[in-house]
Nanobody
Framework: EVQLVESGGGLVQPGGSLRLSCAAS????????MSWVRQAPGKGLEWVAS???????TYTETVKGRFTISKDNARNTLYLQMNNLKPEDTAVYYC?????RGQGTQVTVSS
């Protein structure tokens, strides 16, 4: 059974940083590309970043230069380092593999 468990969210001031983690189990983690998506209050799901098997990362335009996605195959864990956070980054963040998604972790950026 595929399981994805996100953690690391919280309340942070504008300009602050957070690192999200996603612990994966139930599949061969190193064999899959992974993504982060988010859902802001009252809005639909938005793709944030992806990392493919060779480790090439892609980002939505609004987070380029601020967010970094990475993948530790030895620990079966996906990360999202978020720097210079803005209020518009407030959302529930999910890690995703294909149609599978975790329960999410809340990120709130507010002063």
């Amino acid at each position: 059974e595929v399981q994805l468990v996100e953690s690391g969210g919280g309340l942070v001031q504008p300009g602050g940083s957070l690192r999200l983690s996603c612990a994966a189990s139930g599949f061969t983690f190193r064999s899959y590309g992974m993504s982060w998506v988010r859902q802001a209050p009252g809005k639909g799901l938005e793709w944030v970043a992806s990392i493919n098997l060779p480790g090439v990362a892609t980002y939505t335009e609004t987070v380029k230069g601020r967010f970094t996605i990475s993948k530790d195959n030895a620990r079966n864990t996906l990360y999202l380092q978020m720097n210079n956070l803005k209020p518009e980054d407030t959302a529930v963040y999910y890690c995703q593999r294909g149609e599978f998604r975790g329960q999410g972790t809340q990120v709130t950026v507010s002063s």
